[in-house]
């Protein structure tokens, strides 16, 4: 059964770039997308992007411009990085396998996700 | 503002069936497969139901799916006080080119 273990610093300053791993086990990286999300205290989900194994990206339009993501297969590992924050930022940060097929993103669903990362900006 | 609308509330009590609804637009639930996340706090979240009524295994089968025009609902017979815990339906939109979810019903079994 396959395992997400998001990791990184719990702490990061206002402006400065926000980077998270989310370690893979029980399951290979390769073949499957993998996609980051997170949630705001007392707010809902929100999409942040998806990657291939191979490193083909998509992000949310409204992240784009902030958000890097970066797979290392011999890790089995997945980033995130996201810059300049501020402290809109601040949420638990999720990592996710996704399923469906490429090529085909509207049919996209997340089946195994991690406990999640608390990440606060701090000003 | 999410792109897609959720009661923020459902309860009843333990035995009772409830209806969670996810409303969206065209671009949205009226074209893909809407899916159903559940998360509790300090869980990790758990997918309900997936292309609109496919239960994952493991998944019991007093939870189910359904979709219709712009709407979809998610509904859970027989509930269990393990059943309190945030519901959240997603999809992916056309128009934004990207996965939207509902703002999240919280479920308490009273």
């Known amino acids: 059964q396959v395992q997400l273990q998001e990791s990184g610093p719990r702490l990061v300053r206002s402006s400065e770039t926000l980077s998270l791993t989310c370690s893979v086990s029980?399951?290979?990286?390769?073949?499957?997308?993998w996609s980051w999300f997170r949630q705001p205290p007392g707010k809902g989900l929100e999409w942040m992007g998806w990657?291939?194994?191979?490193?083909?990206?998509n992000y949310s339009p409204s992240l784009k411009r902030r958000l890097t993501l970066s797979v290392d297969t011999s890790k089995s590992q997945v980033s995130l990085r996201l810059s300049a924050v501020t402290a809109a930022d601040t949420a638990m940060y999720y990592c996710a396998r996704v399923r469906g097929y490429s090529g085909y993103e509207a049919l996209f669903y997340f089946d195994s996700w991690g406990l999640g990362s608390l990440v606060t900006v701090s000003s | 503002q999410s792109v897609l609308t959720q009661p923020p509330s459902a309860s009843g009590p333990p035995g009772q069936r409830v209806v969670m609804s996810c409303s969206g637009s065209g671009s949205n639930i009226g074209s893909n497969y809407v899916h159903w996340y559940q998360v509790v706090p300090g869980a990790a979240p758990k997918l309900l139901m997936y292309r609109n009524n496919q239960r994952p295994s493991g998944v019991p089968d007093r939870l189910s799916g359904s979709k219709s025009g712009t709407s979809a609902s998610l509904v859970i017979s027989g509930l269990r006080t393990e059943d309190e815990a945030d519901y959240f339906c997603a999809v992916w939109d056309d128009s934004l080119s990207g996965v939207v979810f509902g703002g999240g019903t919280k479920l308490t079994v009273l």
């Open positions: 990657i291939f194994y191979t490193g083909s990206t």
């Open positions: 029980g399951a290979p990286i390769g073949g499957y997308f």
